[in-house]
């Protein structure tokens, strides 16, 4: 069974760092590329942006762009998304999700892990 | 304000048919192809149609997808209380080098 599993939810203080991982199994782990996206409370889907685990290269949402890093070890199939210094309007659930593209114009996301909130608060 | 345009609610009774509609642009969904993506109360979203109109295996075939030139939408028959949900539509933006989504719908089952 392919699956993504995230770890688990984040209790921070604003100006913390932050790095949450999203293990993929079932499938070649360098084979598709991972995105992470944010659903803020009561809110919709916002893509943050795109890994390539096989060689890490990324591409960021402008949104997000300097606000957080992605990474990946391809040798223990996990990507991470992390923060150097969190905002409390950083507070929302994220979701790796795996990203299969047959063509440019053809790509969709399947399956998603299954969340890590992430609260921010003083 | 998201790319794509949804409604924020749809709603009919048990047994009954809806629809949800997804505006873009030539962009996007004029140019490129949509999923669509379910997300139960309390859960991550799930995959529901790829390629404008394909299932994945497991979905039921009372889940189907259509689109015409920069709309593409999302079709429900046969109306269970466990569809209650939020859906998503998503595709890639050329222009913004973006995915996109849309600002998803609430369906109640009444």
């Known amino acids: 069974e392919v699956q993504l599993v995230q770890s688990g939810a984040e209790v921070k203080k604003p100006g913390e760092s932050l790095r949450i991982s999203c293990k993929g199994s079932g499938y070649s782990f360098t084979t598709y590329w991972i995105s992470w996206v944010r659903q803020m409370p009561g809110k919709g889907l916002e893509w943050m942006g795109t890994?390539?685990?096989?060689?890490?290269?990324?591409n960021y949402s402008p949104s997000f762009q300097g606000h957080v890093t992605i990474s990946a070890d391809k040798s223990i199939s996990t990507a991470y998304l992390q923060w150097s210094s969190l905002k409390a309007s950083d507070t929302a659930m994220y979701y790796c999700a795996r990203r299969l593209m047959v063509t440019p114009e053809r790509r969709w996301f399947d399956p998603w892990g299954q969340g890590t909130l992430v609260t921010v608060s003083s | 304000q998201s790319v794509l345009t949804q409604p924020p609610s749809v709603s009919a009774a048990p047994g009954q048919k809806v629809t949800i509609s997804c505006s873009g642009s030539?962009?996007?969904?004029?140019?490129?192809?949509v999923s669509w993506y379910q997300q139960l109360p309390g859960t991550a979203p799930k995959l529901l149609i790829y390629?404008?109109?394909k299932r994945p295996s497991g979905i039921p075939d009372r889940f189907s997808g259509s689109k015409s030139g920069t709309s593409a939408t999302l079709g429900i028959t046969g109306l269970r209380t466990g569809d209650e949900a939020d859906y998503y539509c998503g595709t890639w933006d050329s222009t913004l080098s973006a995915e996109v989504f849309g600002g998803g719908t609430k369906l109640t089952v009444l």
């Open positions: 890994i390539d685990p096989s060689d890490s290269y990324t």
């Open positions: 390629d404008n109109n």
């Open positions: 030539s962009s996007n969904i004029g140019n490129n192809y």
